[in-house]
């Protein structure tokens, strides 16, 4: 039987790592699907991303979030689908 990964709540994750920042919903469900396609066990939470210089209104992202051993990994998967403007670097 194959286990299918996704979504999960923050606090069943240990040790997790950041890996994306996307600033728009359709980039959000690009990593989404991505992630889902390959069984990643994933999180997503609201990061602020900063105030606009024009209104000064708080921006934020969908920071999605892995397992530690998992984020090189899905940091090349999202470099290799063309999403590598919001991977979030390892630290």
Request: net charge negative.
């Amino acid at each position: 039987m194959i286990s299918v990964m996704a979504r999960i709540e923050p606090d069943q994750m240990q040790d997790p790592e950041p890996i994306f920042l996307a600033s728009t919903l359709r980039t959000a469900r690009k990593v989404e699907a991505l992630l889902d396609s390959h069984g990643v066990d994933y999180v997503v939470q609201v990061e602020e991303l900063g105030r606009t210089a024009l209104f000064g209104t708080m921006r934020h992202a969908a920071g999605f979030y892995v397992p530690a051993g998992q984020a090189s990994l899905c940091r090349a998967l999202l470099s290799g689908a063309g999403l590598s403007h919001g991977i979030v670097e390892d630290e």
